[in-house]
């Protein structure tokens, strides 16, 4: 039986595209694939407060809605559903004129550094040097650290062309976690080419990951 998906519009053939960031993002949808188990790390709720105060010079309470804390440990565990609440509303107050898929994506800009600056993110990504190779190499650990229960892979095809598989990503794997990626090309002042293949679940997706 085939799965149903709940991405706004399939990629066409199955092919790798780059997205068009025109997109609406339907937060119910994606919390509702959302495990109520599901958690990630307070270092990101942090950055999501962080950026919204220094794009909008408050913390206004809409960020909060339906998110049963404010403050948060770095390297302790939340829930996930409220992380992705967070996102969802910071995207519309940091990025009022753009889509909510773009928005999401530029959140995911900051998810690398924000993580990097931690004494556990430093020792995971420049375990193997401080190159953008070895921190791309690296990543899979970090997604297992920072979003347990996810899968994550990435292969190497060439030189600066690496292929990522994502598993059990729900916190917008097809907007935020882009993103991710790319912030985390940008940080070495490299420029990010990345396409996307959606997969049937809004949790799984396929990145084809180049730089020059």
């Not at 030189?159 to 990522?164: E, F, G, Q, S, V």
């Amino acid at each position: 039986m085939k799965k149903t998906s709940i991405f706004p519009r399939r990629d066409e053939d199955g092919e790798f595209c780059t997205p068009s960031w025109s997109d609406d993002v339907s937060l119910e949808q994606y919390l509702a694939a959302c495990p109520s188990s599901a958690e990630t790390l307070g270092t990101f709720f942090t950055h999501v407060r962080d950026l919204v105060e220094q794009a909008t010079g408050s913390v206004p309470d809409t960020l909060f809605e339906g998110v049963s804390k404010r403050h948060w440990v770095p390297f302790r565990a939340y829930s996930l559903r409220d992380f992705m609440r967070m996102a969802h509303m910071a995207a519309r107050l940091v990025y009022p004129d753009r889509p909510l898929s773009d928005g999401l994506r530029r959140i995911g800009w900051r998810s690398y550094p924000s993580f990097a600056a931690t004494m556990a993110g430093r020792v995971v990504l420049f375990a193997l040097g401080d190159d953008l190779e070895a921190v791309v190499r690296a990543s899979p650990k970090a997604y297992g650290i920072g979003l347990p229960g996810a899968k994550v892979a990435a292969h190497e095809l060439d030189a600066r062309h690496w292929r990522y598989e994502m598993q059990g990503v729900f916190s917008f794997v097809d907007s935020y976690h882009y993103g991710v990626l790319e912030g985390a090309i940008l940080a070495f002042s490299r420029v990010p080419d990345i396409r996307l293949r959606r997969l049937d679940r809004s949790s799984d997706a396929e990145f084809d990951v180049r730089w020059t």
